[in-house]
């Protein structure tokens, strides 16, 4: 952003999204591609695979789920539990499990790559802090 004054509009571990619009000119491009160049090779974790989760058995209508007594656990202890949250990655900003579905193993291990990786996660009740709510 400061060295090539370029804003994106977007930015994840995985991917930067630019728009162009009616006055972007040849000069605009070229220092795009200027400053992808310039781009010095970061270390990617390194050793460790992960499966795209499978999606989440729902068990509960997500009202009952939002409504029923519930409590923190950390999130490696969730699988098989119910959740009383959304659990959401931004961006994009998709929820990976809601209210009343069951985490599966995939999924824990899903989101705890992605917090690991230092993608920002958000709880629908507020800021993941390696728990997540789920009914009693």
């Not at 009616?22 to 992808?36: N, R, V």
């Not at 009952?64 to 659990?87: H, I, Q, T």
């Not at 824990?108 to 920002?120: C, H, P, Q, S, T």
Request: with cysteine; net charge neutral.
């Amino acid at each position: 952003r400061t060295k090539h004054n370029i804003e994106p509009e977007m930015i994840s571990r995985d991917y930067v999204l630019l728009m162009t619009g009616a006055g972007t000119t040849d000069a605009h491009a070229d220092a795009l591609c200027e400053a992808f160049r310039s781009i010095e090779k970061r270390p990617k974790l390194r050793g460790r695979a992960v499966s795209v989760p499978t999606p989440c058995e729902c068990v509960m209508k997500m009202a009952d789920a939002d409504a029923a007594e519930s409590e923190r656990v950390p999130l490696e202890c969730a699988v098989g539990r119910v959740a009383a949250e959304s659990v959401i990655p931004y961006p994009p900003g998709i929820p990976l499990i809601v209210q009343g579905e069951r985490f599966g193993s995939t999924t824990v291990e899903y989101i705890r790559f992605l917090a690991d990786a230092g993608e920002k996660i958000v709880l629908s009740r507020g800021k993941f802090t390696k728990d997540v709510r789920v009914v009693k």
